[in-house]
């Protein structure tokens, strides 16, 4: 039998203050497929970069191949055969397939590219994982996963015996993701071991041979095969069972907090949308991707106009001409990228929480007042539980759950009346999902209003007291707690309704 393709024994790592990483073990067979679980800031990022040659341990040894090795640099891993593909692709949009497969690397004779070879050596990799994408296509333009799988041939042209894949179907349709399923299955076959890190636990149950978990820095144990399973795999990352994490509560349903009727969207102008939310309930939004869900949120919040339609607020009526009125009654979006529209990354902590409410917070409503600004960041991040070694920390640097409690933080700042979740527990780990679900009841507890935008079946099942179903653009339906279920939401999000569901929501 041979022996492991990587043994990491020991594994302590700190940075100032924090001690990321203590006494980690961790082993990876040839042809296996290992995925690394963890709560955002358990470590595993510091582990892939020190498997990866982007840092080096302070304590413990490498083996790669059955010899101790140190990597100084991410060239020298990548000379040993070990690639990390980061969940950001770094990708060169104005090149061809071929040219960012080989970038750095290209095939020369008498100091100029031979261009065809180069090609043709990228068309025998791109073949080799089965995709189909011609190697002088132009990476601009690509869909994200195809942009996926030129980072695999990249790697795959070092002779790469062992890839790490973080976060890899984040920005994937469900179709690009069978796809990669796929590609990793090919590439098993052929001996080459991949490292899968997601959130998505139903991937880890679908392409993980073995699951290693992490848990404030520390291994926290190991599944086998048989073993994956997804309550399994929760209890490892946080010591705690899956049950723990949904406690619904049924509050009192109050007013009418919001009803809109005949309001239609640019994507989706010939479908009108006519609903209501109450004080007390917090509704879910579902539907399959390209429905008009997120849409729907940008045009209540004033982000795109409305191409028709009315809207009351507490009964009065509520037409905003921006965001910054909508604001100003009290209705706030937490996009879905919150690293694109919802963060100022380079920002701090404290000027991120603070920047919605800075007018509020000046003195004469025109010097800042740093001493109130600090004191409400510090008084959100504790709230929150926003993990950051201080306020004065950039955001970029903080976790993916960590940003997402900036993002909500910063409008609870101020008092919203009803709060527009749009993916809020996208990419990140279960327990920020749990904080983030608990701050959704305590909200309506104390009569906001919270409607969100979820994929997540399971999630709207959790959390939902009601949940509207959307079908390219339409409002298939609508359906009350004890008549939802996955099939009856699945069933009204691929529009076929039937007379049965139809009383069942009514």
Known sequence: MKPPLLVATGIGKRFPGVKALQGVNLHVQHGEVLAVLGENGAGKSTLMKILAGLQQADEGSLEWQGREVCFSSAVAAM????????????????????????????????????????????????????????????VAGLSPGKKQIIEIAKALATDARLLIMDEPTASLSQAEADLLFGVIHRLKSEGVSVIYISHRLQEIERVADRVTVLRDGENAGELAREEIQHDAMVRLMVGRAMSDFYQHQSHPRGGELLRVQSLRTRVHPRHSLDFCLHTGEIVGVAGLVGAGRTEMLEALAAIVPAVSGQMWLDQSAYQPKNPREAIAQGVMLVPEDRKQHGLVLEFSVQDNLTLPSLESQARGAVFRDFRAERSLAESQRENLQIKASHSGQVARLLSGGNQQKIVIGKWLARQPKLLLLDEPTRGIDVGAKREIYQWMEKLVSEGIGVLFVSSDLEEILGVADRVLVMHEGRLAGELTRDAMSEEAIMHLATGAVTEDLISRSS
Not at 98 to 119: C, D, H, I, Y
Request: proline letters at 5%.
């Open 79 to 138: 000379q040993a055969g070990i690639v990390l593909i980061h969940q950001e692709l770094n990708l060169s949009e104005n090149l061809s397939a071929a040219a960012n497969v080989f970038l750095g690397r290209e095939p020369q004779r008498w100091g100029f590219v031979r261009k065809k070879s180069m090609e043709q050596q990228a068309q025998v990799l791109l073949d080799r994982l089965g995709f189909g994408l011609p190697a002088h296509s132009p």
